[in-house]
């Protein structure tokens, strides 16, 4: 989930982990990644919640988050919360299965 340091995205963040789902937090920042994790973690202890990076203006950082997510992970649902980022379509073009996109802009 992009956009999830805080907000409406931390908080989708938030209740997406209290559902217990995985919940992948990817930011360009390191700090803020790993911030809104241990905010969760607070709340929730027990979360299955981390941080990857992810810059959206960078198709090599992209492409690693995709192919990440693709060995390691089952993506149903792709949360993006950014005003008109088009690099999201970059990202889910390069994920295989099914996804959905939440999107407000």
């Known amino acids: 989930m992009t956009g999830a340091n805080g907000g409406i995205g931390g908080h989708t963040a938030l209740e997406l982990a209290r559902a217990g789902s995985e919940v992948i937090l990817a930011a360009r920042s390191e700090a803020k990644g790993r911030d809104a994790v241990e905010r969760i973690r607070r709340e929730l202890p027990s979360a299955n919640v981390h941080f990857e990076t992810l810059d959206l203006a960078s198709l090599r950082s992209v492409r690693a988050f995709a192919g990440m997510v693709n060995r390691e992970a089952k993506l149903d649902r ?5 005003h008109g980022d088009l690099a999201l379509s970059s990202v889910l073009s390069l994920l295989h ?6 999107s407000n802009l």
């Open 78 to 82: 792709c949360g993006h919360r950014c």
């Open 97 to 102: 299965g099914s996804w959905s996109l939440s």
